[in-house]
């Protein structure tokens, strides 16, 4: 068993290093299926967008999470849908669901992430699939929902992917970290600059952008077919 100096685990660049270093120790190159042939495939309906999207109105809301990953990678399994609103439409969002016939189930902190990222989990009345509404207040916020709309395969908004980047570096869990090497590694290196320079701008760690381009080449292995 491998054993090394213990990691801050409340840090997210300690843990984005820890599973950059492992990768470029360990991983194999491919990844075991056809992660092409699986971006062909439509994306999985979520079964409640189009119920948001009534509830919501004139307020804009961003997918993200693992949904907004499919529409930059290869889709994988996730339980709920998470939708993103600006901090000054947060309120309104939440008094739209409400009244919309959904519970409020808990409220989500973030108390490790440098995004100002908080929200709220909701159900609707009847049941179903559960949904994380979430905010901040921060300057980032304004430049995403101010960049060109992106859409999936279904012609859901989603965010950015410059910004999906940003979220997924901030959370560092050991899924954010494969789906950032997956968004990566179909980039080109001119693309990944561009990454580069959105997130920089963004986000204040010194070590980020080596960390950009490191997923991206690690991220490149996954898709080498033999």
Known sequence: MESGPKIDVTSAAARRRFYLD?????QTRGSGSDLRFLLTLPRTPNGISLLVEQTFGTIPALLVGAHAVAAYAAERMT???DYFVAGEQ?????ERLRDGGWTKLRDLHFPNAKLGLHGSAWRPHAGGIEIDLITSEQEWVRAAFAAPITRDKNGERVIPLE????????????????????????????????????????????????????????????????
């Open 163 to 226: 910004f999906l980047v940003l979220m997924k570096l901030d959370s560092a869990r050991a899924n954010d970290q494969g789906d950032i090497n997956r968004i990566l590694g179909r980039l080109t290196p001119e693309r990944v600059e561009e990454v580069v320079r959105v997130v920089t701008r963004h986000y204040d760690d010194p070590a980020v952008a080596a960390d950009i381009r490191q997923s991206a080449e690690i991220g490149r292995w996954e898709y080498e077919v033999p």
């Open 22 to 26: 492992r990768a470029m120790r360990r």
């Open 79 to 81: 339980k709920d849908v």
């Open 90 to 94: 947060y309120a309104q969002a939440e």
